[in-house]
């Protein structure tokens, strides 16, 4: 058994949620004339790649040294979505039905491409990934639910609608063209599509029964999608930690691993730390953003 990296790069520049505190490292120590280097290192928890814990937004809920390995690694799927999103875009249940096939206590990972925005690739744009990813919907929420995932995780800014976070009022610019958008292609306004029984659902409405997600999830994601393997996340051992910094991997087994390693050293796109991407993908987002603004 092999792992394949889904996590993100970790630096000074890697960008946490928006007003959360980003990474800060300083030395406290040097070989010369202390022996060893040394850091200190202050952050917030939403930052990098990440799990958010059930008391995030759920006071009697698990913190994150309460999670199992059980829990934390086993089956799922990696499905795509970059085919069928852009900008702004609601996706659905049956989008992710219609390419995967879902089991009980499957951990779910979802490729929207907008990992193709984060700030180590070519195409890197933080607005566009903290603020203009696709994301779900009440029927989602339900659903996910309903199906029994363990767990999900999603590679981008959040897996809730940008939209039906705060950042809709931090961004108001960008909340004015998601208006538009979400009238021209789903009938109502931002706050008639995402009104306050809504409000970030993913967090609100899922951690007080046990479906917690990772964001930011990335790296070598786009060797794997649209099949099962096995996933897991490693966060801290962290008591009364409300969430984690930690790392992602999916598994498989040696004889794929070694053409999947292939495949990634013949390819011409590699982001500056080495990760492989395929560039089709953000060819599908540019082409359904445009529809998305036609006539706007």
């Not at 789903?186 to 706050?191: A, D, H, K, P, T």
């Not at 409300?242 to 930690?246: L, R, T």
């Not at 080495?274 to 987002?285: C, F, L, Q």
């Given at each position: 058994m092999k792992f394949i990296d889904l996590t993100i790069p970790l630096g000074i520049a890697t960008p946490p949620w928006p007003t959360y505190e980003p990474l800060q490292v300083k030395y406290f120590k040097r070989l010369a004339p202390n022996g060893a280097n040394g850091m200190v290192v202050t952050h917030s928890n939403h930052l990098g790649t990440h799990l958010d814990g059930e008391i995030h937004f759920y006071t009697p809920g698990k913190d994150i040294a309460s999670l199992s390995m059980d829990f934390l690694v086993h089956e799922g799927v990696i499905v795509d979505l970059s085919d069928a999103c852009g900008d702004y875009d609601i996706y659905t249940s049956k989008m992710i039905e219609d390419r995967v096939e879902i089991k009980k206590d499957d951990i779910l990972l979802i490729h929207t491409g907008y990992h193709h925005f984060g700030w180590d690739m070519p195409t890197a744009d933080e607005v566009r990934y903290m603020i203009k990813h696709p994301g779900p919907d009440r029927e989602y929420v339900e659903w996910a639910e309903k199906k029994g995932i363990s767990w999900i995780g999603v590679d981008c800014g959040s897996a809730d609608h940008p939209m039906n976070t705060i950042c809709?009022?931090?961004?108001?610019?960008?909340?004015?063209?998601?208006?538009?958008?979400?009238?021209k292609k789903?009938?109502?306004?931002?706050?008639e599509v995402f009104d306050d029984t809504k409000y970030q659902q993913m967090h609100i409405d899922l951690f007080p029964k046990g479906i917690i997600h990772a964001e930011c999830i990335g790296g070598d994601i786009d060797l794997l999608l649209n099949r099962r393997v096995t996933i897991g996340f490693f966060p801290w051992r962290f008591v009364d930690g409300?969430?984690?910094?930690?790392r992602c991997v999916a598994m498989v087994e040696d004889d794929?691993?070694?053409d999947l390693m292939k495949k990634k050293a013949e390819a011409k796109t590699h982001t500056k730390f080495?990760?492989?991407?395929?560039?089709?993908?953000?060819?599908?987002?540019q082409k359904n953003t445009a529809a998305n603004l036609a006539g706007l």
């Open positions: 809709r009022n931090w961004m108001p610019r960008e909340a004015k063209v998601a208006d538009k958008v979400f009238k789903y009938g109502g306004s931002l706050e409300e969430s984690s910094i930690g794929e691993y070694q080495g990760d492989y991407y395929d560039p089709k993908h953000v060819e599908n987002i």
